[in-house]
């Protein structure tokens, strides 16, 4: 399986997903603003993967500003904000920079050079903690699934949206070694087909049977029995369990409801945002217009229509069945099951 990040002997590969399924090429990312431009065009995207490209972006930034002892912690700072500007949804995004912060602060007495190596050790301990991490949640959520079942899923939550092995995905690589997935069906996602594109194009590397559908077909899939589970990633969790996911989630959300198909959610605790109530509180981020008017550089739509272009929505916590984290799998109420994990503890 490809790698979504890569660092190796001090140099950040990111795998180009803007080009997959087509092209498997890497950029070579030796400044953090070529980091910023990457998770702005989402040539890096799911959330832990950004959280971890940004990691290492503010390690390039810092060894850039280290010639200048000075201002260096307000370099850093600039960098780290410049960071975190190229999207707001994803938390993991703010999560790994604060992280990364923190080391800075704890090793500032240091030497340049052992402060860098510290900031190092951190952002290939965050990369190397996500994929263990994935590997947890893929073990628990798979339990789920005692009999061989179908599942639908929406966008990528795969080794593509994370450091390795993903975590909606994760779950179904899990589930499908144990026999207990049989197919996927994948959402194709619009407007940038990260399901068409990134989900398929994982699922068939493994021979994991996936069948592509439209967005607009998840209701009748659902009507027809095709499928006995949702299972989706996320971007946010709030503390009353509300979810921020793909646009398109709450809509096969609802539907998971009113076809009595269980609807879950796999993410690791550095989704969670212990700051938040509730998802009203969670910023959606809006792209352009082309996104949604153009499809393989031709017009779709007649110039200068108008368009509405959220890359993500909130699902409620009533909609929510399980969520499946590294501690354990939290069911309703949220605000107790995530309370208890709020520290790292298991549930
Ligand atoms: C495992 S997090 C994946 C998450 O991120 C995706 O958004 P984007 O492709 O815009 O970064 C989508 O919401 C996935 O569920």
Redesign the pocket.
């Known amino acids: 399986m490809h790698t979504a990040v890569e660092w190796k002997e001090g140099r950040l590969r990111l795998l180009n997903q803007t080009l997959l399924p087509v092209q498997t090429e890497y950029i070579e990312c030796t400044d953090w603003q070529r980091v910023a431009t990457a998770i702005q065009r ?1 040539e890096v ?4 993967a ?1 959280g971890a490209a940004a990691a290492f972006g503010l390690l390039l930034g810092a060894m850039e500003v280290t010639h200048t002892p000075d201002d260096f912690a307000s370099k850093l700072f600039v960098i780290a904000e410049k960071l975190k500007a190229t999207r707001p949804t ?1 938390v993991n995004l703010f999560w790994a920079i604060d992280r990364m912060l923190r080391v800075w602060e704890q090793n500032q007495a240091k030497e340049v050079p052992g402060l860098i190596q510290a900031m190092e050790q951190e952002a290939i301990q965050i990369a190397a903690e996500d994929v263990q991490v994935n590997r947890r949640i893929s073990v628990l959520g798979a339990q789920l699934f005692t009999a061989p079942a179908s599942v639908l899923t929406h ?3 795969g080794a593509l ?2 450091v390795g092995f993903g ?1 909606a995905l994760g779950v179904i690589r899990q589930a499908w070694s144990d026999g207990n997935i049989i197919r996927v069906f994948a959402d194709e996602t619009r407007p940038l087909l ?1 399901g068409a594109r990134l989900t398929a194009w994982e699922l068939m590397q493994e021979s994991i049977p996936v069948t592509l559908i439209t967005d607009n077909m998840a209701g009748w899939v659902m009507k027809n029995n095709m499928v006995q589970a949702v299972i ?4 946010r969790i709030t503390l009353n369990g509300d979810v921020a ?2 646009i398109g989630t709450y809509s096969v959300a609802v539907l998971a409801k009113e076809h009595r198909i269980p609807f879950y959610v796999a993410a690791p605790l550095s989704t969670f945002d212990f700051t938040k109530q509730t998802g009203d509180e969670i910023p959606i981020e809006e792209r352009s217009a082309a996104e949604v008017t153009r499809l393989g550089g031709q017009p779709i739509a007649p110039a200068g229509v108008d368009v509405f272009n959220p ?2 929505d909130v699902t409620p916590n009533q909609l929510v069945t399980a969520i499946i984290t590294e501690y354990g799998i939290l069911r309703a109420p949220y605000d107790i099951s995530i309370a208890r994990i709020k520290k790292g503890g298991p549930e």
């Open positions: 989402l995207r799911g959330a832990p950004i994803a966008c990528n939550a949206a994370t975590t990260q989706v990633g996320a971007d996911n793909k890359a993500f």
